[in-house]
């Protein structure tokens, strides 16, 4: 295989080495793009002269003797949903397209300080709405283990630019589930760092007190070199926390999970669950068993809750985040022909510019604000939440971590729940309780079952995104030794 399938931490040791430059990697990883982009539908936008112009310009950098970090040089997929000055951010809506921002997210900044090569956009479900990517305006990305079935979402652009080489990491955002359940239908890692552990300023907003930004990798160490670089306290964000990044690179390199408890929540398995997934999970417990850690069955009775309270708040913020586009501000502006007033410009626009799911979001969530049914719905909501953080304060009394399967099912197939959006909602039941607590949680594989992916989540307390990480290292360790090599090898399209 050629350079593309090496990890993102080796290929930098390569470049450091002076084995390989940011250009020559630049063009093997923008020729894999070329080659799959028409087939899966993974960047909405990308460049090649102007990813080249950057890995040139790293390349100059180091021969000049500048230190670098470990990520310089190597290219990056950034969600469709991340302000960039040179690209467009669409949120994979007609409403946004082609508009440029004027300012770069504080993720983007951080890429761009760390001298990684920005690509291009990934595809996403509209505004980050979905768990499959077909709410996209501009068509649905497609998973590389089987081009018939869908990659995840809302993020399925970013996990499967990672799972199919063009890139070997990208940048998601997780209000849901959007990093982690992509990732563990792709067979990759994703992780949602603690709210407010990596800043939103420039992530367009969908659902505030739950989004989130994280990496995509092939491995639990890349995805610590990116979270590490796109984490810190930034002023923009009213949220984020200042405290120091904790050392997720080193938590991956943990030889094994002695001392550690480890708690299998109890409510995520039974009904619902595909076999498979089961199995595979069941597996992985095993292998954390015997790298030491201790086991224990938790219940958490409210995470049961946490999806149908998630439906109220999520509709509820993006209801209000979204009304600032009204067609007076950004993108989209339709009928305005000089015979109509603001208010049917706004209405035609919104008519136009929203894609089913949004209407649909906007609708309920207004409804569940209004005056009148406020306690009935997103109050009662908010209680919901307050009781499914107190599972997790209690479960963290007795363990480190908590540990499911990431999502019920392996990927479905593109099409088979557009017309249910219950059944597509329910591909986030178990992702949902950490965004509720803003929690850390990872997704990393643990295997395939009849030929698809499946993934291993990991939930720890708030700031000890580290524990994720520990977890998820001796995990994938463990497993490639028992296959012989990453999982990918797997891949039959390779
Ligand atoms: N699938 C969930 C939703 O549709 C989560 C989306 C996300 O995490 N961005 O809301």
């Given at each position: 295989?050629?350079i593309?399938?090496?990890?993102?931490?080796e290929l930098?040791?390569?470049m450091?080495?002076?084995?390989?430059?940011?250009?020559?990697?630049?063009?093997?990883?923008?020729?894999q793009?070329?080659?799959?982009?028409?087939?899966?539908?993974?960047f909405l936008?990308?460049?090649a002269?102007h990813?080249?112009?950057q890995a040139?310009a790293?390349?100059?950098?180091?021969?000049?003797?500048e230190?670098?970090?470990p990520?310089?040089g190597?290219?990056?997929?950034?969600?469709?949903?991340?302000?960039?000055?040179?690209?467009?951010?669409?949120c994979?809506?007609?409403?946004?397209?082609?508009?440029?921002?004027?300012?770069d997210?504080?993720?983007?900044e951080?890429?761009?300080?760390a001298?990684?090569?920005?690509?291009?956009?990934?595809n996403l479900?509209?505004f980050?709405?979905?768990?499959s990517?077909?709410?996209s305006?501009?068509?649905p990305s497609?998973n590389?283990?089987d081009?018939?079935?869908v990659?995840?979402?809302?993020?399925g652009?970013?996990?499967?630019?990672?799972?199919s080489?063009?890139v070997?990491?990208?940048?998601?955002?997780?209000?849901?589930?959007?990093?982690?359940?992509?990732?563990?239908v792709?067979?990759?890692v994703?992780?949602?760092a603690?709210y407010g552990?990596?800043?939103?300023?420039?992530?367009?907003a969908m659902a505030s007190?739950?989004?989130?930004?994280?990496?995509?990798?092939r491995?639990?160490?890349?995805?610590?070199?990116?979270q590490?670089?796109?984490?810190?306290?930034?002023?923009r964000?009213?949220?984020?926390l200042?405290?120091p990044?904790p050392?997720?690179v080193?938590a991956v390199q943990?030889?094994?999970?002695?001392?550690m408890?480890?708690?299998?929540?109890?409510?995520?398995?039974?009904?619902g669950?595909?076999?498979?997934?089961?199995?595979r999970?069941?597996?992985a417990?095993?292998l954390?068993?015997q790298a030491g850690?201790?086991i224990?069955?938790?219940?958490?009775?409210h995470?049961?809750?946490a999806?149908?309270?998630?439906?109220?708040?999520?509709?509820?913020?993006?209801s209000s985040?979204?009304?600032?586009?009204?067609?007076?501000?950004y993108?989209l502006?339709?009928?305005?022909?000089?015979?109509?007033?603001a208010e049917?410009v706004?209405?035609?626009?919104?008519e136009k510019?929203?894609?089913?799911?949004g209407k649909?979001?906007?609708?309920?969530g207004?409804?569940?604000?209004?005056a009148?049914?406020?306690d009935?719905?997103?109050?009662s909501?908010?209680?919901?939440?307050?009781l499914?953080q107190q599972?997790?304060?209690?479960?963290?009394?007795?363990?480190?971590v908590?540990?499911?399967?990431?999502t019920?099912?392996t990927?479905f197939?593109?099409g088979?729940?557009?017309a249910?959006?219950?059944?597509?909602?329910l591909?986030?039941?178990?992702?949902?309780p950490?965004?509720?607590?803003?929690?850390?949680?990872g997704?990393?594989p643990?295997?395939?079952?009849?030929g698809l992916?499946?993934?291993?989540?990991v939930?720890a307390?708030?700031?000890?995104d580290a524990?994720?990480?520990r977890v998820?290292?001796?995990?994938?360790?463990?497993?490639e030794?028992?296959?012989g090599?990453?999982?990918?090898?797997?891949?039959?399209?390779?």
């Amino acid at each position: 295989m050629s350079i593309i399938t090496k990890s993102a931490a080796e290929l930098g040791r390569m470049m450091a080495a002076g084995e390989l430059t940011s250009e020559e990697l630049t063009r093997a990883s923008l020729e894999q793009i070329e080659k799959l982009n028409p087939t899966l539908n993974v960047f909405l936008a990308y460049d090649a002269e102007h990813a080249l112009a950057q890995a040139r310009a790293v390349d100059a950098r180091r021969a000049a003797g500048e230190e670098l970090g470990p990520l310089a040089g190597i290219p990056v997929g950034v969600k469709d949903n991340y302000c960039t000055t040179d690209f467009p951010t669409t949120c994979a809506s007609r409403m946004l397209e082609g508009w440029v921002p004027p300012y770069d997210a504080a993720v983007v900044e951080r890429l761009r300080a760390a001298g990684m090569v920005i690509v291009g956009k990934t595809n996403l479900d509209e505004f980050a709405m979905g768990s499959s990517t077909e709410t996209s305006a501009f068509g649905p990305s497609r998973n590389p283990w089987d081009a018939e079935r869908v990659p995840g979402g809302s993020g399925g652009g970013s996990a499967a630019a990672v799972a199919s080489f063009m890139v070997p990491l990208a940048v998601g955002s997780d209000t849901g589930g959007s990093i982690r359940q992509p990732g563990a239908v792709t067979g990759t890692v994703g992780v949602k760092a603690t709210y407010g552990g990596s800043s939103r300023y420039g992530l367009v907003a969908m659902a505030s007190s739950l989004d989130q930004p994280g990496p995509c990798a092939r491995t639990a160490e890349d995805a610590a070199l990116l979270q590490e670089i796109i984490s810190g306290y930034d002023p923009r964000d009213s949220a984020s926390l200042n405290q120091p990044v904790p050392d997720l690179v080193g938590a991956v390199q943990a030889a094994d999970l002695a001392g550690m408890k480890v708690g299998v929540v109890k409510e995520f398995a039974g009904d619902g669950y595909d076999q498979g997934v089961l199995d595979r999970f069941n597996e992985a417990v095993e292998l954390l068993r015997q790298a030491g850690a201790e086991i224990v069955e938790v219940s958490c009775p409210h995470f049961t809750y946490a999806l149908p309270a998630y439906y109220l708040i999520q509709p509820a913020e993006l209801s209000s985040n979204l009304a600032r586009f009204d067609g007076m501000r950004y993108g989209l502006r339709e009928g305005d022909d000089g015979t109509r007033g603001a208010e049917e410009v706004m209405n035609l626009t919104r008519e136009k510019g929203f894609g089913r799911e949004g209407k649909r979001r906007i609708i309920i969530g207004t409804y569940a604000l209004s005056a009148g049914y406020y306690d009935a719905y997103y109050g009662s909501a908010q209680k919901v939440r307050h009781l499914i953080q107190q599972d997790f304060e209690k479960a963290f009394e007795q363990v480190d971590v908590l540990i499911s399967p990431t999502t019920p099912s392996t990927a479905f197939k593109v099409g088979e729940r557009t017309a249910d959006p219950m059944s597509m909602y329910l591909a986030d039941l178990c992702t949902i309780p950490s965004n509720m607590a803003g929690n850390a949680s990872g997704s990393f594989p643990s295997g395939l079952a009849d030929g698809l992916p499946t993934g291993l989540q990991v939930m720890a307390p708030p700031m000890e995104d580290a524990r994720v990480y520990r977890v998820g290292g001796v995990l994938e360790r463990a497993l490639e030794a028992k296959w012989g090599g990453p999982l990918w090898r797997k891949m039959e399209a390779l």
